[in-house]
C-alpha cells in the first residue's frame, strides 16, 4: 500500500495491490492419506468375534512360520496382520466429502 501526496486537493491518493489466495488449494496440497477404522462397528458383540477370530488365525499361522530371523521382519508380520484383519472386519472409516463452494458458475 502506498500513498501519494498532490498540490491542490485536500486528500491523498491512495494505492494498494490487491492478492487473493483461495486456502481450498493450499488445504488440498497438504492432506496426506490416512487410513481409519471405522471403531463405532466395533462395539458391535458379532464385529469383535468376527475381529478375534481372524486375528487367532493369523498369529497361528505366524506361529507355524517359525521366522525369528529379524526382529524387525517379525513386527512387521504382526503389525501387517493387524492392519489386514481389522480392514476384513470393522472395515475404514469414509470421510464426508464437503459441498465445494467455488464452483464452476462462482468462477
Known amino acids: 500500500m502506498r500513498s501519494f501526496r498532490g498540490y491542490d486537493c ?3 491518493l491512495v494505492v ?3 492478492r487473493e489466495r483461495l486456502a481450498v488449494n493450499k488445504q488440498k496440497s497438504q492432506k496426506f ?3 481409519r477404522f471405522n471403531l463405532r462397528q466395533a462395539r458391535e458383540l ?3 468375534k468376527q475381529y478375534q477370530i481372524k ?3 493369523r498369529y497361528a499361522a505366524l506361529e507355524n512360520l517359525n521366522d525369528s530371523k529379524s526382529m524387525c521382519r517379525a513386527w512387521e508380520n504382526i503389525k501387517g496382520n493387524n ?3 481389522a480392514k476384513e472386519s ?3 472409516y469414509e470421510l464426508r466429502q464437503h459441498k465445494r463452494c467455488f464452483d464452476e ?3
Do not use: P, Q, T
Request: aromatic share 12%.
Open 46 to 48: 458379532e464385529v469383535r
Open 83 to 85: 492392519r489386514i484383519s
Open 33 to 35: 492419506v490416512v487410513e
Open 55 to 57: 486375528m487367532s488365525n
Open 16 to 18: 494498494a495491490k490487491v
Open 90 to 92: 470393522i472395515g475404514l
Open 105 to 107: 458458475e462462482f468462477l
Open 10 to 12: 485536500d486528500y491523498y
